[in-house]
């Protein structure tokens, strides 16, 4: 399962334009959304627990990290953990 969800967002994070590092697991689906412009980077080794059975809310919603406008940054350092339902979008840079 895990490899099935890195998978895909890897296809994911290529179609929207972020940059993904390396060794980041994914427990679930995660979804990206980039305006023109901006930038998403995530460093290695980070974890992205979406599956409710994955985290300790027991939820299961996607992550998702967008930015909203043209020039927003949005930079996640290494080992960085996010769980269901987090979502992070930038407005400003």
């Known amino acids: 399962m895990l490899r ?3 998978a895909r967002a890897m ?3 290529e179609y ?3 940059d993904l590092g ?9 979804r990206f ?3 023109g412009r901006s930038l998403i980077r995530v460093a290695s080794g980070c974890v992205f627990r979406s599956e409710y059975w994955s985290n300790g809310a027991a939820i299961g919603r ?3 990290l967008s930015t909203l406008c043209e ?3 949005l930079l996640l350092g290494e080992g960085c953990g996010l769980r269901a339902r987090f979502t992070m979008k930038v407005a400003a840079s």
Do not use: E, N, T
């Not at 390396?22 to 995660?30: A, E, I, K, L, Q």
């Open 4 to 6: 099935y969800y890195g």
């Open 11 to 13: 296809v994911s994070a």
């Open 16 to 18: 929207w334009g972020v």
């Open 22 to 30: 390396d060794s980041c697991d994914f427990y679930g689906p995660v």
């Open 33 to 35: 959304r980039r305006m």
């Open 62 to 64: 996607p992550c998702m």
């Open 71 to 73: 020039g927003a940054p």
